[in-house]
């Protein structure tokens, strides 16, 4: 994701950049010391110790021309100092923030430091979903699971299993966000395997309903007794969910759409052009890194 802010004209600290800085785990590129502070306090929660390189300080002394700062964030690098102090360090001197948001950055930053690696790896790529990177996600999901399994091998500590869960768990909702539907509903069963939670195994009957047609799906659930009061609730949800879809503006233009292939050929091939341009659009930035 690329972050321009309207900021050039109003910058206070160092240069704006024709590099843009990066932000890995985050994946959002900043280009100025403005933007590079927005994105540490909008996403505080999502930061770990990967934040404190060499490249980000060489950009800021380099790029930035924020040589100054750059002479006092190299030696948390170096020592492998606290994360809140190199993020504050970095908030202070560009000084856009008041006391009370420093603080309240420094809270989050607390907060965040009771969770584990994974767990805070987790939540990273968790955001890459919200912002519908759902390819770039489910390769962070593989390379989670991947080192869960490492570390399960050597027998080190691990979060609870219920970590392991959501991460399968999410990594369906990506699949989904592809109409993957066959795919996600696997790890949305294996999720629920891993932690019976309801909310694992709504998601996988809504998968397998997504996935197939109605009279197979109605086999699935022949074969599934077990499933047979939560297939009751999904279908009244299907059902409610159409009727809601129905009073939506996308529904009545759809039905507009009919009446122009009917009466109106002209005007329903330029709303084809139109809507296949923006599902490529929106496609290209889900399968983006």
């Known amino acids: 994701m690329e972050m321009r802010m309207e900021m050039k004209a109003s910058l206070c600290v160092g240069e704006y950049c024709e590099t843009a800085y990066n932000i890995e785990g985050l994946e959002i590129r900043v280009y100025c010391m403005e933007e590079l502070c927005y994105c540490l306090k909008e996403n505080a929660f999502l930061l770990d110790m990967s934040i404190m390189n060499d490249k980000l300080v060489d950009w800021i002394g380099e790029e930035c021309r924020v040589r100054e700062l750059a002479k006092q964030l190299y030696p948390m690098v170096h020592k492998q100092g606290s994360l809140s102090v190199f993020v504050l360090t970095i908030l202070q001197y560009v000084g856009i923030y008041g006391e009370e948001e420093l603080q309240a950055v420094a809270q989050v930053l607390k907060q965040g430091s009771g969770l584990s690696n994974l767990e805070k790896r987790k939540s990273q790529i968790d955001y890459m979903v919200e912002k519908r990177k759902y390819a770039a996600a489910i390769r962070g999901y593989d390379m989670l699971l991947e080192t869960w399994s490492d570390l399960e091998r050597e027998g080190r500590e691990l979060p609870a299993g219920k970590v392991r869960a959501a991460i399968l768990h999410n990594k369906g909702v990506a699949l989904t966000g592809l109409m993957l539907y066959d795919k996600a509903a696997e790890y949305f ?14 998601a996988y009957l809504a998968a397998k309903r997504m996935e197939l047609s109605e009279d197979a799906y109605v086999a699935f ?40 292939r009917a009466n109106d050929r002209q005007k329903y091939d330029a709303e084809n052009e139109r809507l296949i341009t923006a599902l490529k659009n929106s496609y290209r930035t889900s399968v983006s890194i």
């Open 221 to 260: 659930a022949a074969r599934n007794p077990e499933f047979y009061t939560e297939s009751l609730e999904l279908e009244k949800s299907m059902e409610q969910f159409g009727r809601e879809w129905e009073q939506q503006p996308e529904f009545r233009q759809l039905k507009l759409r009919r009446e122009w």
């Open 189 to 202: 069963r294996e999720a629920w395997q891993a932690d019976p939670d309801r909310s694992h195994l709504d």
